[in-house]
């Protein structure tokens, strides 16, 4: 099993920043890309972003495109995602995902393991 912990989650202003991470532990070895889901109130679930095992290969929601970034260090089992120029419709529940896939996914039912999530709230 894998178990995913993430933190940096809390409360920003419109224009600022944030640095999301998390932390994975158990059988890493069976993890190959890792994602990032965010889920707002009231809304579905929806992709933000992941990264391959090598963290060469990337892929990100258009409407983070430009703003966030994420990157992964294999050495620490964590991965992370910097956010900057945050608006108020980032606000959601963050979350982040791990997959025995090799490929890119950004569908939620493609990843096996979940954390928590994190609360972001973006004040404008």
């Known amino acids: 099993q894998v178990q995913l912990v993430e933190s940096g989650g809390g409360l920003v202003q419109a224009g600022g920043s944030l640095r999301l991470s998390c932390a994975a532990s158990g059988r890493t070895s069976e993890i190959y890309a890792m994602g990032w889901f965010r889920q707002a109130p009231g809304k579905e679930r929806e992709f933000v972003a992941a990264?391959?095992?090598?963290?060469?290969?990337?892929t990100y929601a258009d409407s983070v495109k430009g703003r966030f970034t994420i990157s992964r260090d294999n050495a620490k089992n964590t991965a992370y995602l910097q956010m900057n120029s945050m608006k108020p419709e980032d606000t959601a529940v963050y979350s982040c995902?791990?997959?025995?896939?090799?490929?890119?996914?950004?569908?939620?039912?493609?990843?096996?393991?979940w954390g928590q999530g994190t609360q972001v709230t973006v004040s404008s």
């Open positions: 990264i391959s095992r090598s963290g060469v290969s990337t």
């Open positions: 995902a791990a997959t025995r896939s090799l490929y890119l996914n950004r569908l939620s039912n493609r990843y096996e393991y």
